[in-house]
């Protein structure tokens, strides 16, 4: 079986805080995503990346960076943490073929008090 | 840019009825997938169902089938014989016909199945 195992199912942290989101997936997969989840909003897309040390910025950007040195390896930094922040992170991952799914992790739960 | 449309934000349906979730979508590409994925309480995102937009053949899953009208830019999910473990939140998502794109999530349906 596929797995996405991200670090944490919940978390909480202070604001000002430098947070690590760590994912990481066992099927070799090139490509990665963190979305990040809201009531009322769906998924939006965070970052994404299609091989190592490749990201791309996806729909909502700002206040995130991203990291990705080993391929199995993609990882959300909050370089300061703010309450608005708080929120579901979902880490995702597929293969490099024409319309493959894309594989879940658990989710973080994410507080930012 | 793409976007996915859910309007229906939340449903309720009893045991052993049927229900059909809409979504529409809207985008310039020819080549694209549609997919449906669950997310129960447990938050696991699960792959239910998908739909290749060159195929003209809809979908199914066992109890779960699409209806895709590419002129119209439709695709909804007819769960059939619901059950109770159907309930979840349920995403309609887009993606391009390339290899390293990523999906595009609709807000979602929050389907509920009544005993």
């Known amino acids: 079986d596929v797995k996405v195992t991200q670090s944490s199912r919940y978390l909480v942290k202070r604001t000002g805080e430098k947070v690590f989101l760590e994912c990481v997936q066992d099927?070799?997969?090139?490509?990665m995503f963190w979305y990040r989840q809201d009531p009322g909003l769906g998924l939006r897309l965070i970052y994404f990346?299609?091989?190592?040390?490749?990201?791309e910025k996806g729909d909502i950007p700002e206040g995130y960076s991203v990291s990705r040195e080993k391929k199995e390896r993609f990882s959300l930094i909050l370089e300061s943490a703010s309450t608005n922040q708080t929120s579901m992170y979902l880490c995702?991952?597929?293969?490099?073929?024409?319309?493959?799914?894309?594989?879940f992790g658990q989710g973080t739960r994410l507080t930012v008090v | 840019a793409q976007t996915v449309t859910q309007s229906q934000p939340e449903m309720s349906v009893q045991e052993a009825e049927t229900v059909t979730l809409s979504c529409t979508y809207d985008?310039?590409?020819?080549?694209?997938?549609l997919f449906w994925y669950k997310q129960p309480p447990s938050r696991q995102m699960i792959l239910v169902i998908r739909?290749?937009?060159?195929?003209?053949q809809n979908a199914t899953e066992n109890r779960f089938s699409v209806n895709f009208q590419k002129a119209a830019k439709s695709f909804s999910l007819k769960i059939s014989d619901s059950q109770l473990g159907d309930t979840a939140m349920y995403f309609c998502?887009?993606?391009?016909?390339?290899?390293?794109?990523?999906?595009?999530f609709g807000k979602g349906t929050r389907l509920s199945v009544i005993a």
């Open positions: 998502a887009f993606m391009v016909h390339s290899g390293n794109t990523p999906l595009v």
């Open positions: 990346s299609y091989d190592v040390k490749m990201k």
């Open positions: 739909q290749e937009a060159y195929k003209q």
């Open positions: 985008t310039s590409e020819n080549n694209y997938y």
């Open positions: 995702a991952s597929s293969a490099y073929h024409l319309g493959t799914e894309a594989f």
């Open positions: 099927m070799d997969h090139e490509n």
